[in-house]
């Protein structure tokens, strides 16, 4: 009995050791795939279907598992283009324009950013609205800078946002601009707004919209007057929307 329960104990050993040690390997011979099995003193060779997928694919290499899993990790750079309008008592007296973004961008986290962006723009004022003769040309030139956060909506591959932050900004106006009451200086904004952003084949892509509360701004009689979370407000705001390329280093 003693002699038995051994061997039988042996003969186990000897099974898990050679499952330990079996691999599993691809091989093709003469444009057959076949995988291979081997251990402790065998060796079978079994054909694979034609549809089965590699086995012998190497591990993804570490920059690889890097660039899928934490894209958006760094420092970023961005440029865009877009469209710039107001809102409030401007919304019928200033036309839509064009717009651009400069963004400079510190993730430490694929969830948290801080940015700091340069945007301008320039539209043209509605004259017949005021009853004047004028054309559709630059009528007012805006250039700004900001700080934001933002806030990514899950650490996905496709990933929403919210962003919020202050900036300044200044209005150069046309002379003819001024006939309709219309004023060049400094102003202070609020952002706040959101979009979304992904990496295409290496660029990161960025598409987000903001609207701006403007406090202590004179472009326009209105522009001050009320109290919007303790600072001078009036009854006009700016929005825009721009799409916006780079890369994340």
Same mark, same amino acid.
Do not use: C
């Given at each position: 009995?003693?002699?038995?329960?051994?061997?039988?104990?042996?003969?186990?050993?000897?099974?898990?050791?050679?499952?330990?040690?079996?691999?599993?390997?691809?091989?093709?011979?003469?444009?057959?795939?076949?995988?291979?099995?081997?251990?402790?003193?065998?060796?079978?060779?079994?054909?694979?279907?034609?549809?089965?997928?590699?086995?012998?694919?190497?591990?993804?290499?570490?920059?690889?598992?890097?660039?899928?899993?934490?894209?958006?990790?760094?420092?970023?750079?961005?440029?865009?283009?877009?469209?710039?309008?107001?809102?409030?008592?401007?919304?019928?007296?200033?036309?839509?324009?064009?717009?651009?973004?400069?963004?400079?961008?510190?993730?430490?986290?694929?969830?948290?950013?801080?940015?700091?962006?340069?945007?301008?723009?320039?539209?043209?004022?509605?004259?017949?609205?005021?009853?004047?003769?004028?054309?559709?040309?630059?009528?007012?030139?805006?250039?700004?800078?900001?700080?934001? &956060?933002?806030?990514?909506?899950?650490?996905?591959?496709?990933?929403?946002?919210?962003?919020?932050?202050?900036?300044?900004?200044?209005?150069?106006?046309?002379?003819?601009?001024?006939?309709?009451?219309?004023?060049?200086?400094?102003?202070?904004?609020?952002?706040?707004?959101?979009?979304?952003?992904?990496?295409?084949?290496? &660029?990161?892509?960025?598409?987000?919209?903001?609207?701006?509360?403007?406090?202590?701004?004179?472009?326009?009689?209105?522009?001050?007057?009320?109290?919007?979370?303790?600072?001078?407000?009036?009854?006009?705001?700016?929005?825009?929307?721009?799409?916006?390329?780079?890369?994340?280093?």
């Amino acid at each position: 009995m003693r002699r038995s329960s051994v061997l039988a104990a042996a003969v186990a050993a000897m099974v898990w050791a050679t499952a330990a040690r079996a691999q599993d390997q691809e091989v093709s011979v003469g444009g057959t795939r076949y995988v291979s099995m081997q251990g402790y003193g065998f060796q079978q060779s079994y054909p694979l279907p034609s549809d089965t997928p590699p086995m012998n694919l190497p591990p993804a290499s570490r920059e690889e598992r890097k660039d899928t899993e934490s894209w958006s990790h760094g420092a970023s750079i961005l440029v865009g283009g877009g469209v710039e309008g107001y809102t409030g008592s401007l919304a019928p007296r200033v036309n839509v324009g064009p717009a651009w973004n400069v963004i400079f961008g510190v993730h430490p986290s694929s969830v948290f950013g801080i940015e700091f962006t340069y945007s301008g723009a320039i539209n043209s004022i509605k004259y017949t609205n005021f009853g004047l003769p004028g054309g559709n040309g630059v009528d007012i030139f805006r250039n700004g800078g900001q700080a934001n &956060v933002t806030f990514g909506l899950g650490p996905w591959a496709l990933q929403p946002f919210v962003l919020a932050g202050a900036g300044a900004n200044y209005y150069s106006v046309s002379d003819a601009a001024r006939s309709a009451g219309f004023s060049s200086g400094w102003a202070g904004y609020i952002p706040v707004g959101g979009g979304i952003r992904g990496r295409i084949h290496g &660029v990161t892509v960025d598409i987000r919209g903001s609207w701006d509360l403007p406090f202590s701004d004179h472009l326009y009689p209105g522009g001050t007057g009320q109290d919007t979370l303790g600072l001078s407000t009036g009854n006009y705001g700016r929005w825009n929307a721009t799409l916006n390329v780079g890369g994340t280093f």
